[in-house]
């Protein structure tokens, strides 16, 4: 419930309004409207070249055996219950994110660490945007000069720009226009946290937490989608709480497949090394489908299956010269 919304309670058989907390934002929440699935296409899609901050590793273990309980998630991003002879339809605008670029990702970076500063050129955008530094912002120009010296001293050798101005000044243009190439590379980037009306996010309360449970978009190209943990109340995300340890599991719909084995899941953040994350940074990459366990002291473990995103779904088969039978799903 937004923070606008108010909760009706009644106390002694009258009506009393009382303002709620705002919760954590969930688009399946919204209101939906209503959409025709067509026939899968037959034409093939050239794909871009994903963009993202790292890939998803796990260490491998065995996982003890445990009682669990379920949290239910939607079992497609659209409501629609699954296979059962649903077609599929290409990437929407609404959910695909191939057309983005690292420009765009960088410029909402920007905008979330300094509010209403713009850079001077693309040099100072990757700047302020490539570093984990929080630069005070009585000093960002001071800053951003003093990242253009250190950058031109290991482009050009020079520390002063009164001993070679036309170095300096090509110097410069370089590192500009290294920053332009790179910052115009078309992809979809994965791990920017979601905000007010982005699709296909959702929120689950942890049983016996203050928390909750966030999946949101990653990249469609790469299946991928995103999970942190967010206060129930507030919807403010938070670093994983101390104790909580994410790992992935076998798929208990089919366990004839025999997959069998546990992997336990990093965040994105520790597979760089990071030992210290800003507050409410911290994410995981999951891929679409996936079966997750939540573990935590003293609780049943909490199983949870990742949706699947329907968009695009026929790309996987339509480069393929072949033939295909189609066979009920569930039956």
């Given at each position: 419930?937004?923070?606008?919304?108010?909760l009706q309670?009644?106390?002694?058989?009258?009506?009393k309004k009382?303002k709620?907390?705002?919760?954590p934002y969930?688009?399946?929440?919204?209101?939906?409207?209503?959409?025709n699935i067509s026939?899968p296409?037959?034409?093939?899609?050239t794909?871009?070249?994903?963009?993202?901050?790292s890939s998803?590793t796990a260490?491998a273990?065995?996982?003890?055996?445990?009682?669990?309980s379920?949290?239910?998630l939607?079992?497609g991003?659209r409501?629609?219950p699954?296979g059962?002879?649903?077609?599929r339809?290409a990437?929407?605008?609404?959910t695909?994110?191939s057309?983005d670029?690292?420009r765009?990702a960088?410029l909402?970076?920007?905008q979330d660490?300094y509010?209403?500063?713009?850079?001077k050129n693309?040099?100072?955008?990757m700047?302020?945007?490539?570093?984990?530094?929080?630069?005070?912002?009585?000093?960002?120009?001071w800053?951003?000069?003093?990242?253009l010296?250190?950058?031109?001293?290991?482009?050009?050798?020079?520390t002063?720009?009164?001993?070679?101005?036309?170095?300096f000044v090509?110097g410069?243009q370089?590192?500009?226009?290294r920053?332009?190439?790179?910052?115009?590379?078309?992809?979809?980037?994965?791990?920017a946290?979601?905000?007010?009306g982005?699709?296909?996010?959702?929120?689950?309360?942890?049983?016996?937490?203050?928390y909750?449970i966030?999946?949101?978009?990653?990249?469609?190209?790469?299946?991928e989608?995103?999970?942190d943990?967010?206060h129930?109340?507030t919807g403010?995300p938070?670093?994983?709480p101390a104790?909580?340890?994410?790992?992935?599991?076998?798929?208990?719909f089919?366990?004839w497949?025999g997959v069998t084995?546990?992997?336990?899941l990093?965040?994105?953040?520790?597979?760089?090394g990071?030992?210290?994350?800003?507050?409410?940074?911290?994410?995981?990459?999951?891929?679409?489908g996936?079966t997750?366990?939540l573990?935590r002291?003293g609780?049943k473990?909490l199983?949870?299956?990742?949706p699947?995103?329907?968009?695009?779904?026929e790309n996987?088969?339509?480069s393929?010269?072949?033939?295909?039978l189609?066979?009920p799903e569930f039956?």
């Amino acid at each position: 419930m937004s923070s606008g919304e108010r909760l009706q309670a009644r106390t002694g058989g009258t009506s009393k309004k009382t303002k709620r907390a705002p919760g954590p934002y969930d688009s399946s929440q919204r209101p939906r409207a209503r959409r025709n699935i067509s026939p899968p296409s037959t034409s093939t899609v050239t794909r871009p070249p994903t963009y993202q901050a790292s890939s998803l590793t796990a260490r491998a273990d065995r996982d003890g055996s445990s009682s669990s309980s379920r949290l239910q998630l939607p079992a497609g991003s659209r409501g629609l219950p699954p296979g059962h002879n649903v077609s599929r339809t290409a990437p929407s605008a609404s959910t695909s994110t191939s057309d983005d670029t690292i420009r765009s990702a960088c410029l909402q970076l920007l905008q979330d660490r300094y509010p209403g500063f713009v850079p001077k050129n693309d040099f100072e955008l990757m700047a302020l945007t490539g570093s984990d530094y929080h630069v005070p912002e009585s000093r960002i120009r001071w800053w951003l000069d003093e990242q253009l010296k250190m950058f031109l001293e290991l482009e050009t050798g020079l520390t002063d720009p009164e001993e070679d101005p036309e170095a300096f000044v090509a110097g410069t243009q370089a590192l500009e226009a290294r920053a332009t190439s790179v910052l115009g590379i078309r992809g979809a980037v994965t791990g920017a946290k979601p905000k007010p009306g982005t699709p296909n996010v959702f929120c689950r309360p942890i049983p016996g937490s203050p928390y909750s449970i966030r999946l949101f978009p990653g990249s469609i190209v790469r299946r991928e989608y995103c999970l942190d943990f967010v206060h129930t109340q507030t919807g403010q995300p938070l670093n994983t709480p101390a104790g909580f340890e994410l790992w992935i599991a076998p798929e208990t719909f089919t366990p004839w497949l025999g997959v069998t084995g546990t992997m336990r899941l990093r965040s994105l953040e520790a597979m760089f090394g990071k030992s210290i994350v800003r507050a409410g940074e911290e994410k995981f990459v999951l891929r679409d489908g996936q079966t997750s366990i939540l573990k935590r002291p003293g609780h049943k473990d909490l199983r949870f299956k990742v949706p699947v995103r329907i968009d695009g779904l026929e790309n996987a088969d339509s480069s393929r010269d072949e033939d295909h039978l189609e066979f009920p799903e569930f039956v």
